[in-house]
């Protein structure tokens, strides 16, 4: 028992219910890792799924779990806006921390977070971890390997579109409504921090730490609507960012409110001689020794996601296999002291992506971009 991770699950929301929960309650992981608390603030939720996943601990506050939880590590499964302190928290009690994206909103906290678990002796893992996908190291390499000739630009972002407001969790579940609000609010609403984060964490694994920053930014929705309830939007849902790689080389992104030009959270990769679009160059499927189980799911989104690295059995026809590999990065981390590819560096270094972009568009100003990262 002294080898199995007692993982503590923070929020009993979407994310938790169809990903992480299935997740983590199949037999086979349940060597290495064990439900063994959740909580969420509104009344009967966390009883609810401690009763359907057989989880031992329930508490309506995240303090309780921290206090009684008897966890080894939390996976915070909160609005983006708690993250740090809940981060914090976790960390000065001795518990290891799984992040679901974003990690904090601005450099400041992350930074404070990356020194604080170095200086207990714990893990941090923030999800996305992108630069786990072959596909994505398969571009990068296919770019190396001059496959486009000399790169000169790429594109890659995101948009909200309705996609909170029908996701089925919300609108079929039992008990009382997840309320999606808080996507659309201040601090860490918005798409940048909920969706281009993706794309910009599979950016900068293929093109590596950017330089400087400068965008346009605001609110193009002032309000949507959930339930017959209006939503009042006070987050930025439109930006687009141009992002200098250095020598030349700029990137552009985006975080809309609706509409986008790349598949799924994939880039376009423009050279001299072609180009890559999503996981193809030139038109053609990009190879790697993972394809064939690729091809097997059946290819598109499902085939990316069974090529994670713990992306098997049951597991493949389970939801957000991309947060439950990130969840066993951690895991394999604690367990076996294997360092993960998905660095906090990483994650703070997309954050200084983010918060420069809407420090640009605020003052009109380049932002020159404070953190980097190895590869």
Request: glycine share 12%; net charge negative; aromatic share 6%.
């Amino acid at each position: 028992m002294a080898d199995i991770v007692r993982m503590g699950v923070v929020g009993a929301g979407t994310i938790a219910q169809r990903g992480i929960m299935p997740h983590l309650s199949q037999d086979d992981v349940q060597d290495r890792v064990r439900l063994q608390a959740v909580c969420d603030p509104v009344p009967g939720r966390a009883e609810s799924m401690a009763q359907k996943f057989n989880i031992p601990h329930a508490f309506l506050t995240y303090e309780e779990l921290l206090e009684a939880g008897d966890v080894d590590a939390v996976t915070l499964c909160s609005p983006i806006g708690l993250h740090y302190e809940q981060g914090k928290m976790a960390l000065e009690t001795g518990k290891h921390v799984h992040f679901n994206k974003t990690m904090t909103t601005t450099v400041a906290e992350a930074t404070e977070l990356i020194d604080l678990a170095k200086e207990k002796g714990l893990k941090i893992v923030a999800s996305p971890g992108e630069v786990l996908r072959p596909q994505v190291q398969a571009v990068r390499r296919a770019i190396q390997d001059g496959k486009i000739g000399t790169l000169t630009w790429a594109i890659a972002g995101a948009a909200l579109g309705t996609y909170h407001l029908d996701e089925p969790e919300r609108v079929q579940g039992t008990g009382p409504a997840l309320d999606p609000s808080w996507y659309y609010r201040k601090p860490g609403g918005g798409p940048l921090y909920d969706v281009t984060v993706y794309a910009l964490h599979g950016l900068t694994s293929i093109l590596g730490p950017a330089r400087r920053v400068t965008a346009i930014s605001g609110i193009r929705i002032p309000e949507r609507q959930f339930q017959g309830k209006t939503v009042e939007i006070d987050a930025d849902d439109n930006t687009g960012i141009l992002i200098d790689f250095g020598d030349g080389l700029f990137a552009v992104s985006y975080g809309a409110a609706a509409g986008g030009v790349n598949y799924w959270f994939t880039g376009k990769y423009f050279g001299t001689d072609g180009m890559v679009d999503g996981y193809t160059v030139n038109g053609k499927e990009l190879g790697y020794p993972e394809k064939e189980l690729h091809d097997e799911a059946g290819g598109g989104v499902k085939g990316a996601q069974v090529t994670l690295p713990h992306v098997t059995g049951p597991h493949r026809d389970i939801d957000e296999q991309h947060v439950f590999e990130d969840v066993m990065q951690l895991i394999d981390w604690i367990s076996e002291d294997k360092p993960t590819p998905v660095t906090a560096e990483h994650a703070r270094h997309v954050i200084d992506i983010i918060e420069s972009s809407l420090r640009a568009s605020e003052t009109g100003q380049t932002q020159d971009l404070a953190t980097t990262f190895t590869q």
